[in-house]
């Protein structure tokens, strides 16, 4: 008999976020001002437990809402009861608030033990239930975490369960395909990403929720280990609104004029090539080697700089060049020409700031490399150049940690890629990815050298394996970054930090974030946001082998069957046409996107390829190979047209690079046209036949 704790968490609706609702100073989220809802991913979870408890024909199981959240957080486990829960358990104590991914995952999975203990009986078989991400924090780092803490297996990115001799097998996103998989042994945490199936209420199931006791804990109950902004161990430093897109967003009234732009803008060349590279920015360099030592630009916050700006600049005015030589009257004087900028405090520490050369954390800069079938994976090489860059700056080697089975060919091309070091951990037992045994070895290896930065990409693997690795070392996580900056906080007596920023809140606001109270800053990395170098063969590194012990105890899952696109697909060309799950079916996307894939051929003189959303794929429109986004291909041709596509992050992050994006969709709010240069409101089976005509008659 199989348990469910099904993890439910309160949101701000992100749908309707106001200016007003950010604190200035702190960068956190005040939540009263918006209304809160459940997590939409977390109903398909409370979905998906009721479906495996239904499926295993097992009335006796237990499904259990777990929250962890304010007072108002009841009305999510109401919500749960009123669906399918049996119980609900609200964890709430202002000690919790203010809390990372380590210290959400860190008192939930104390709760998860004390459910056990007092309302399971110490029974373990039983699934931790979890929606992959909630909508406010985006990171998918928590249910991985609390896995870590509890040492279960966990299965990310589940879509579907079956029930077959005797145990559940599930249907799971991997790169380039799916996958069947069952645990080896339970208890387990699995994260749902997409079950369709929703509950509904009945009257009578909706008054019993109203009327059921909830089982309220506080901290005190659980005596977790890390809770709260004191718990943490990563930092917002500032949050601030997204940068305008820059793409056109522009609407076009029909399909004769977006047919003129795409001949017009295509043969003069206007369609801008998807390979730009990105703007110089200044490059961080230690304080030791700075021309300047009173050079403070690199600070953290754009009021450190300035602060740090007046300073210089009055001890440059007051003629002292040695810091060790003021005393408190040069410091009255300081005050006295600058103190309506800064008070004595914050004086003494800029002035204790303006003495520190050298970096608060050591080592290389690392790579965890990502491969499949001996290649290495896109993301690998763009993390690569990113890393050389900052270990450049921070004057130390970048290091790859690459674990697997006959991994060592691939460590030249890692090497010409920009590596210094390759560390490889090589065992049969890696030749498929296990997150159990990978998390074992990675953190090892890591564990040993201790580098001062480990990036991992924010693929589905990288997103999974980072929170675990960083978990069990201690260690905070910033998930899904898009960029990295070297900067000090020299007023807290820190130099040379690694700034991660990431776009929160479903991309409606961005964080600049920092790692606090660990050994090492590691992050992920959105996928095709940073740039490779070009491969130089002439480069040299070394090859370190460490060795760790694994046996089969340590593989936490059972392949059951693997899904993967087969085919020849060349994403190498100039135009693709994409069509997802709008196109509504196979037959659809054969005509639609095979007809205007020869006529623009033929039109721009160009090879034109077709793409697909994951969507489409899913309900077998065109093979998977097609399938362009995170976990397909990613693309940079001049000219992309996503025809029925919403725009999820997971498909617009592989068309980054892209020239000019045309989108066609009924919705008039598709997320894509603010993703998008140019698109048309209109269902895909009248656009596109007038869109081939138009460009015929041209
Ligand atoms: C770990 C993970 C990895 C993923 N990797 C990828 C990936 O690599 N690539 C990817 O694409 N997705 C990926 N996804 C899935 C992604 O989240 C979305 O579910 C998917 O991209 C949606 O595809 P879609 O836009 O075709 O479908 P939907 O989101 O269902 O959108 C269909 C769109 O078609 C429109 N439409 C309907 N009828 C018509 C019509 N007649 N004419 C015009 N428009 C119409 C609708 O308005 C809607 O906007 C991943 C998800 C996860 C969790």
Known sequence: MSNYIVLVKQVPDVTQITDNAFDIETGTLIRSRLAGVINELDTQALALANYMKKISADPDGKIIALTMGPQTAEEVLRYSLGRCADMAVLLTDKALGGADTVATANPLAFAVRRIVKKILNEDSDYYVVCGMQSVDGDTAQVPPQIAEELSLPCIAYVTNAEFKTGRFEFTRIISGGSQVVA??????????????????ATFAATRWANKMEIICWSGDDIKATHIGAKGSKTRVIRVFPPGKSTRKCKQLGDAKSLAKLLVDSFKSGNSRSGKDSNAQIPRYVLPGRRADRFDRSFERTKKENEDFEILSRTLKELGIGEISRIDEYIKKKL??????????????????????????????????????????????????????ELADSLETEVGVCLAGHNTEPMARELIAAGADNIYIIE???????????????????????????????????????????SYRLGCGLTADCTSFDIRDSSRTGRIALLLQTRPALGGNVMAAICTKDSKSQMATARPAVMKPLPPDESRTGKIIKHKVRLSDNDISLEIVKTELGTGVVNFNVEAIVSGGKGMQNRDNYERLVGSLCDCLGKKLDTQVERGASRAAVEQGFVERIHQVGQTGTSIGPKLYIALGISGAIQHMIGIANTGTIIAINSDPNAPIFKQCDYYIVGSVEDIVPQLVQALEAR
């Not at 070895?441 to 990409?457: H, R």
């Open 183 to 200: 645990v080896k042994k339970l208890p387990a945490v699995i994260t749902v990403a997409k079950y369709e199936y929703p509950l509904f």
């Open 335 to 388: 005050l006295a020409v600058a103190g309506e900028h800064f008070h004595k405090g914050a004086l003494e520490d800029m002035l204790n700031g303006l003495q520190l050369t050298g970096p608060s954390f050591a080592g290389e800069v690392w790579v965890v490399a990502e491969h499949d079938s001996g290649a290495v994976h896109p993301a690998t090489f763009e993390l690569i150049g990113k890393a050389r």
């Open 427 to 469: 065992d049969k037992l890696l030749s498929v990815f296990d997150p159990a045994a990978y998390r074992k070895v990675v953190a090892d290896c890591i564990g040993t050298y201790w580098p001062q930065i480990v990036l991992f990409g924010a693929t589905a693997r990288g997103r999974m394996l980072a929170p675990m690795v």
